[in-house]
């Protein structure tokens, strides 16, 4: 079976630390499979935040995750420091990706790396929508 293989590129725009507490432990002693995606949701939500948005309201319209693949690299235990780093890219006319790299803060090891696919989403006429400009102009010209 083939490997999902996720490039990454060499500088991204944002980075944001996160804790691991006990919740997002498994019966192995580690950080769970599922569970990593909710670290990588909290950084998509401070990305948004940095950007000056909510993932709710990006120029009057929120996002709506619509696939996510992951590459685990090495295992994360609780107490360590997870600085993810996240960069939007691949535009097309409804979202793009967020690509993201978790690595453990004080070592530098990584963890898991990954895109998460988002689409713009209007919540009133519950339907997707444009990617709103001043979003993609902010994202293009963040150095990368």
Same mark, same amino acid.
């Given at each position: 079976m !083939?490997r999902? &293989?996720?490039e990454?590129?060499e500088?991204f725009p944002?980075?944001t630390e996160?804790a691991?507490?006990?919740s997002h432990?498994?019966?192995?002693g580690h950080?769970?499979?599922a %569970?990593?995606?909710?670290?990588v949701?909290? *950084?998509? !939500?401070?990305f948004?935040q940095?950007?000056?948005y909510?993932?709710?309201?990006?120029?009057?319209?929120?996002?709506? #995750?619509a696939?996510?693949? #992951?590459?685990?690299q090495?295992?994360?235990?609780?107490?360590?420091? =997870? !600085? #993810?780093r996240?960069a *939007?890219v691949?535009?097309n006319?409804?979202?793009?990706?967020?690509?993201? /790299? =978790?690595?453990? &803060?004080?070592?530098? @090891?990584?963890? !898991?790396r990954g895109?998460t696919?988002?689409v713009f989403?209007?919540? $009133?006429?519950? &339907?997707? $929508?444009?990617?709103?400009? &001043?979003? @993609?102009? /902010? /994202?293009? %010209?963040r150095?990368?």
């Amino acid at each position: 079976m !083939a490997r999902i &293989k996720i490039e990454i590129p060499e500088h991204f725009p944002f980075t944001t630390e996160v804790a691991l507490y006990l919740s997002h432990m498994n019966y192995g002693g580690h950080l769970d499979n599922a %569970l990593l995606l909710t670290v990588v949701s909290e *950084a998509r !939500a401070r990305f948004f935040q940095f950007l000056g948005y909510t993932e709710m309201n990006v120029e009057g319209v929120g996002i709506i #995750v619509a696939d996510a693949a #992951v590459q685990y690299q090495s295992e994360a235990f609780h107490g360590e420091v =997870m !600085a #993810v780093r996240m960069a *939007a890219v691949e535009f097309n006319n409804y979202g793009c990706d967020l690509l993201w /790299c =978790m690595n453990e &803060k004080s070592s530098g @090891r990584e963890v !898991a790396r990954g895109k998460t696919g988002i689409v713009f989403f209007d919540y $009133t006429a519950r &339907k997707v $929508t444009l990617v709103p400009e &001043k979003f @993609r102009a /902010c /994202c293009v %010209l963040r150095p990368r």
